[in-house]
Structures are given as structure tokens and as C-alpha cells.
């Protein structure tokens, strides 16, 4: 059974960082594009930062370039994220995402969330000011 548990989430004061981690069950992350995207109520699903099944290769959203890293312990089957400098617009639920590298899909995006095939439940993250 393919399975996505997001952690690290909580309550920091503004400024801050969080380490959030995405682990995997039923399938192997390496060979997997692995998104994180945020959601606020009542708002879109943003796309936040991806990793590239196979070469690994990351991407940041623009807007957070520089405040984040993504990284991956394919032995552990899980990716992580590292925000730092949290603002409270960083509030939000933080879910991560999995579909599999295809040579049709030869990097990861965050722009078409509908393209991930599973989902987590997400974790939430709070920055207060």
C-alpha cells in the first residue's frame, strides 16, 4: 500500500525554521518525483518545492528560493524539507506528494498538483508573529 506521513510541522515564532519530513511506504522515493505544496483555507494549493525522482535534482518556487532546502534519504525513504526564516505567511498545511519519473515526466513540478498520483494528510505549520 503506497503510504505518505508528513511531521515536523508545529508552532514557531517568526524567524524560525522547521524541518519537515515526508515518509514513504510502498514505493521507493528514488525513482518517484516528490512535491511539497501548501494549502490555507479557502485558498489554492500552492506548490512549494520538489525533488526529481532519479537524478534528484530540486526545485523551489520562486517566491521561497533561498529560504528553503529539499533533500532525500533514499534509504530511509523519506524527503525532507528545511524552511528557514519563517513568516507568517508560511502558515499553512503542508502536504508532500509522489508520482513516478516516466520519460514523459523526466522532472518534477509544482505548478499542476493534479499531477501527483498520491497524496499525504499533511502536517501544519504555524508561524506566529
Known amino acids: 500500500e503506497v503510504q505518505l506521513v508528513e511531521s515536523g510541522g508545529g508552532l514557531v515564532e517568526v524567524g524560525g525554521s522547521l524541518r519537515l519530513s515526508c515518509a514513504a511506504s510502498g514505493f521507493p522515493v528514488g525513482d518517484y518525483h516528490i512535491g511539497w505544496f501548501r494549502q490555507v483555507p479557502g485558498k489554492e494549493r500552492e506548490g512549494v518545492s520538489c525533488?526529481?525522482?532519479?537524478?534528484?535534482?530540486?526545485y523551489y518556487a520562486p517566491s521561497l528560493k533561498g529560504r528553503l532546502t529539499i533533500s532525500s534519504d533514499d534509504a530511509a525513504n523519506e524527503v525532507h524539507l528545511q524552511i528557514n526564516d519563517l513568516r507568517p505567511s508560511d502558515t499553512a498545511a503542508y502536504s508532500c506528494?509522489?508520482?513516478?519519473?516516466?520519460?514523459?515526466?523526466?522532472?518534477?513540478?509544482?505548478?499542476?498538483?493534479?499531477?501527483?498520483?498520491?497524496w499525504g494528510r499533511g502536517t501544519q505549520v504555524t508561524v506566529s508573529s
Open positions: 525533488i526529481s525522482g532519479g537524478d534528484r535534482s530540486p
Open positions: 506528494a509522489a508520482v513516478k519519473r516516466t520519460s514523459r515526466l523526466r522532472v518534477c513540478i509544482v505548478s499542476v498538483p493534479a499531477s501527483y498520483d498520491y
